[in-house]
């Protein structure tokens, strides 16, 4: 069983930046593809980033192409989330997801979850 835990979430300016961290547990960190999730107040869990479990293969979605960035430390267990260029859309909660044998945008190929971090940009 793995576990994650999401942390530096906050309240930041528009323009401002972030850094999320997902702490993962277990030895076989390295083996899953890791991925964030953000889902705003009455909407849908959407999906932000993927990246492979090497770290060399990464994929955006289109609403963050370009401000946000996706890295992983298998060394410590750890992928991170660097927010910049923040807007008040990207207003959510924060997931870290983990998927054993899959690699994509479809939340339902994810095995484990975080409990979310709080991202609130103001305008």
């Known amino acids: 069983q793995v576990q994650l835990v999401e942390s530096g979430g906050g309240l930041v300016q528009a323009g401002g930046s972030l850094r999320l961290s997902c702490a993962a547990s277990g030895r076989t960190f390295s083996s899953y593809a890791m991925g964030w999730f953000r889902q705003a107040p009455a909407k849908e869990r959407e999906f932000v980033t993927v990246?492979?479990?090497?770290?060399?293969?990464?994929y955006y979605a289109d609403s963050v192409k370009g401000r946000f960035t996706i890295s992983r430390d298998n060394a410590k267990n750890t992928v991170y989330l660097q927010m910049n260029s923040l807007e008040p859309e990207d207003t959510a909660v924060y997931y870290c997801a983990g998927a054993r044998k899959y690699y994509g945008r479809d939340s339902s190929g994810y095995d484990y979850w975080g409990q979310g971090t709080q991202v609130t940009v103001s305008s």
């Open positions: 990246i492979s479990g090497s770290g060399g293969s990464t």
